[in-house]
Structure formats: C-alpha cells, structure tokens
C-alpha cells in the first residue's frame, strides 16, 4: 500500500493509493498515527478496503500533502551511512551507528516550502531513506527487527551546519528547524519495495543533480539499525528512523554550495516518490 495525508496543515485526512488513483479515506475513521500502526491497522485498512475502496471519493491532484505519519513520537537520525559521504565531510567511518534527533516539530509535507531559519546562512540538503516504525520495538535482535517495520518513506533531512557544527553541542541544533524534515509523498509498505538496499535516491538542486546514490552503499542497513537503536530505546509505533544521507550535500563541496531564496530543491528515491520545496526567506 501507499498511504498518504492531505489537506490543510494541522487539518489533514488520510488517503491511500487504490488502483491507480489516490482516494481518501476518511470513512476508515483513523488517522495515520501511533494507535493506527500499534492496533495492526495497515492489515485492517488493507481488508476495509476491500470491501470500501471502490465507495471513497477521490483526492485532487491539486491537493496539498502533509507528512504521511501523524506526529510521530521522535525522529531518529543516522550520521554518516554512506561511505562517501564520511569522506566528503572529512569524517571517518564510524564503527557504530551515530544516532541523533530531529526535533518532531520540524516536519512537514513533501512539497511544502522550505523556510531559512533566522540568520542561517549555512542551510544544506540530504535526499534520505527513512524508515516508520510499525510496533514497539524494545531490545529485538537483527533477525527480527523487519517485522517491526511499516513502511519506507522519502525524507530529506535539511540541515543548518553553521548551527549544527560551529556552535558547539549536539547536532540537533542544525537538524530541528521549522520545515527541516519534508516527509513524503507517501508512505510505502515494504510488500511493494522488492529489496530496500537497491534504491536509487537522488537530488537536485535548481535542475542540477548534487545527490546520487543507491541504499546498496548504507554502512548500516535497516535490520541492524532497528536492532542497534532498539538497544537505546524503545521505538514506537509510528517512530522514523532516517537512515543518513549519500555523497553530495552542499558542504562537500568546494566551495561549499548552501541554499539561498528561491532555488528550488528536487528529490526521490526509486519507488517512495518524489518531493520538492521552494526555498523561502521570510524571516
Ligand atoms: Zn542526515
């Protein structure tokens, strides 16, 4: 399946993909949230449909999409999972994962504007597979750890680095600003991606390409991943982990390249969909 959010922010209404066409959901009578995955219901919205599918009023094209979870318990970030991008940041290869947060209420729709946080002057991009979690997870083994995946989604993890790297601390403060986690378009169940360590994902920037990569290169792929953060907390129905970024973010460059007003940022990745964000300056 794919499940996507649409409408006004804060007023979205599920919707999900039905031969070919995106219909809403409404009538299901539940939103994509904690107790939609914990309560086993991608099965019960897959036999509703069944019987329903044929009866929902279709989504316009026209529509605005909100992230396809309803706000998450936490957002979970992987540093430096591609090899290629360790080297360009003149990073070594961790030998563990490198965990860091995203604060939940930097996300927002797939196509909705990217807004330059005050005095940012270093806004960077990261085209991004990111993982929802399906039911809690709390100290499950590699083997395992697919059954507690929902679905795949499309994220790109925007990121401040003057913040991030030059004012000292933790990451979270490069990684949290308002409109920093685009999220979509859809959330896609794994039974439609045939191996997630073969998707190409990409971005451009202006119609130029920066990104891409293959999640053939992860360092840490999504079994060890759930299992590794699982050690650390539990994750929640609904949780996303983002998996970390190829090669070709703006601070790789030389010179590096940021964002300014008005570029326009273009992603995908094979089978999860495509987004885009126009860069605004408004404050
Ligand atoms: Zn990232």
């Known amino acids: 399946m794919k499940l996507f959010r649409f409408g006004q922010p804060g007023a979205e209404k599920p919707g999900v993909i039905y031969q070919d066409k995106k219909i809403e959901v409404s009538r299901f009578g539940e939103d994509y949230d904690e107790d939609f995955f914990a309560q086993d219901g991608l099965n019960r919205l897959q036999s509703w449909l069944q019987t329903h599918g044929a009866g929902c009023p279709e989504v316009n094209e026209q529509e605005r999409l909100g992230p396809p979870v309803y706000r998450p318990g936490k957002i979970v970030c992987v540093g430096l999972n591609y090899k290629d991008h360790a080297a360009e940041s ?48 709390t100290y499950v083994s590699e083997a395992e750890a697919m059954q507690y995946v929902a679905g795949y989604c499309l994220h790109n993890d925007y990121s401040e680095r003057a913040f991030q790297l030059e004012r000292s601390g933790q990451w979270v403060k490069g990684k949290s600003c308002d409109t920093f986690a685009p999220l979509g378009p859809y959330l896609v ?66 010179p590096p390249q940021f964002l300014k007003e008005g570029d326009v940022v273009s992603l995908g990745i094979e089978g999860l969909g495509e987004s885009q964000q126009h860069v605004k300056k408004i404050f």
């Open 90 to 137: 003149n990073m070594d290869l961790p030998k563990e994962p490198i965990l860091f947060f995203k604060a939940t209420s930097s996300l927002v729709g797939p196509n909705d504007d990217l807004i330059l946080p005050k005095g940012s002057e270093k806004t960077d991009w990261e085209v991004e597979l990111a993982v929802v979690i399906g039911k809690k997870a």
């Open 189 to 254: 169940t794994p039974d439609e991606i045939p191996d997630v360590h073969q998707l190409r994902l990409w971005l451009e920037v202006n119609g130029e390409t920066k990104q891409d990569g293959n999640t053939s290169n992860l360092i840490f792929r999504v079994p060890y991943l759930v299992s590794y953060i699982s050690q650390f907390m539990s994750l929640l129905p609904g949780d996303i982990i983002s998996t970390g970024t190829p090669a070709g973010v703006g601070l790789g460059f030389k």
